[in-house]
């Protein structure tokens, strides 16, 4: 095994039916990234990606167990033209939910 293991397969880009924040609001996930066992800063990079790909509005949640990239990504919204939403804790992972300004 190499210094940083086997590559992933592709980032899984699907539909992930929709997500209720702390704040009480709901919304439908239209892209999902999964970022799962990935170290910094592919997931940051994954982000990045997909809020390009995306139509404008669109939600993007990504799949994270890495808790620097968790703390990472929210910060780097208005640059790469998102809004963070909100993080959600899953049972293995967090679901940080973005939005394509």
Request: glycine residues 10%.
């Amino acid at each position: 095994m190499g210094l940083f293991g086997k590559k992933k397969e592709p980032a899984a880009v699907e539909a992930g039916g929709s997500v209720t924040l702390a704040d009480g609001s709901t919304h439908e996930v239209g892209r999902v990234v999964d970022a799962v066992g990935d170290s910094c800063p592919r997931p940051q990079l994954k982000t990045k990606k997909a809020l390009a790909d995306a139509a404008p509005g669109t939600v993007v949640e990504v799949r994270i167990d890495n808790p620097t990239s968790m703390e990472a990504i929210p910060p780097m919204m208005p640059e790469v033209g998102g809004t963070h939403l909100g993080t959600v804790k899953a049972e293995r992972y967090w679901r940080v939910i973005v939005r394509k300004n």
